[in-house]
Structure formats: C-alpha cells, structure tokens
C-alpha cells in the first residue's frame, strides 16, 4: 500500500522560507500525481500544488503561485514544496496525496506550517 509521510513543518517569520517534502514508500509512482493541500483552523482544505510524476508537470493554486515550487526527487521517491516569501495567511496544516486518476487518496499525517512574528 502506498504511503505518504510529510515533514519539514515549522514556525517561521513572514518573508521566511521553509521546504517541505512527502516521502512515498510501497509502491512505484510513475503512473500517479502527487498533490499538496492544506487546511486552516476553521477553514476548509484546499489545494495548493501538485506534480505529475511521470513527465513532471505542475500545477498551482493562484494564491501560491510564483511564491511555492513543487519538484521531485525520482531516486529518493519524494516530492517536495520550496515555500519562498511565506505569509501569515500560509499557517495550516500541509497534506500530500496521491492521485491515480480519480480521487485524491492515501493522505499523510500532515505537517504544521505557522507563519508568525
């Protein structure tokens, strides 16, 4: 069964930086699309970003756009978020999932992201 494992959350100022990956483990993801989302206190998830792993096609929420980049590293099956110029409105809980084509499934444990002076 494939699984997804987040990490690298934490507190950071606005303007800071923080990376965050999503290692995969149980199954190859050539034929998957590895997604972020994220959800505040009080609000509801919603997407942030996501790569094709086979090809390496991206897509972006437009309130991340040219702020956060999402990439792949093939060897060590693990996708990753370089989150630049972070605001406070970015504090969530950041999720990765994984896409075969319908729904969004096998969901991380998540990892917390607090943007804050």
């Known amino acids: 069964q494939l699984q997804l494992v987040e990490s690298g959350g934490g507190l950071v100022q606005p303007g800071g930086s923080l990376r965050l990956s999503c290692a995969a483990s149980g199954f190859t993801l050539d034929l998957y699309t590895i997604g972020w989302f994220r959800q505040a206190p009080g609000k509801e998830r919603e997407f942030v970003a996501a790569?094709?792993?086979?090809?390496?096609?991206?897509s972006y929420a437009d309130s991340v756009k040219g702020r956060f980049t999402i990439s792949r590293d093939n060897a060590k099956n693990t996708v990753y978020l370089q989150m630049n110029s972070l605001k406070p409105e970015d504090t969530a809980v950041y999720y990765c999932a994984a896409n075969l084509g319908g729904n969004w499934s096998n969901w991380g444990q998540g990892t917390q992201v607090t943007v804050s002076s």
């Open positions: 790569i094709r792993w086979s090809g390496g096609s991206t």
